[in-house]
């Protein structure tokens, strides 16, 4: 029997009723249709300050003197699971202040001066991952920093960017009246997140002459 997978989805947005949120959960809905333990969590609620400086700030015992919930988030949740999604709102044309802060907050573990840094690289590679954006506008160049961040992170880890979904709204919810159907697709990602064909190729890479059997 195949182990069941595990999905953690982040929202980067403070809005629990809002767009992130509504593409958070359609995720959801088609990743545990797929079978997947999923968890959907704010990342708010453990996360309340930025990075600082590790090499005057780390406790004696190595461990980050910011007193938040970061820890439990990245320890019990990320690291632990194959599949994540990221869900944030497009700000100043990046990801969001909470989004940035999650990624930037890994440093103080990964880093050498965390004595089971290595623990954590290992752990922090080779997942699947995910994006779904909150935008009000319908340009297709407000994504595309956000995108290129995401796809070079999971690069930088060994990961498998699989799909990107952006719903346009701005009001709360208001995704749902895309005409592009986000919410659909982001359940769709959801279901699909663990067994979507990912290809990057290299100029060496061994490779068929067919794409799809």
Known sequence: MSKTKKLLVLIGSPRREGNSAALAQAVQRGAEAAGAQVHVRFIDDYVSGFLRDCRSCRLPDGECS???????????????????????????????????????????????????SQDVIARMSRKRIGLALASEETYPGASLGIVHQIQEFSRYTHSAFVGVVRGIGNSSGEVVRDPESPLSAAEKLGRDLFVRTYSDYRLDTVRGSKIWE
């Open 66 to 116: 910011n007193r938040d919930r970061y820890r439990e988030l990245l320890f019990d949740e990320y690291l632990p699971a194959e599949g994540i999604v990221f869900c944030t709102p497009v700000y100043w044309y990046g990801v969001s202040a909470q989004t940035k802060a999650f990624l930037d907050r890994m440093f103080c573990y990964y880093s050498a001066s965390y004595p089971a």
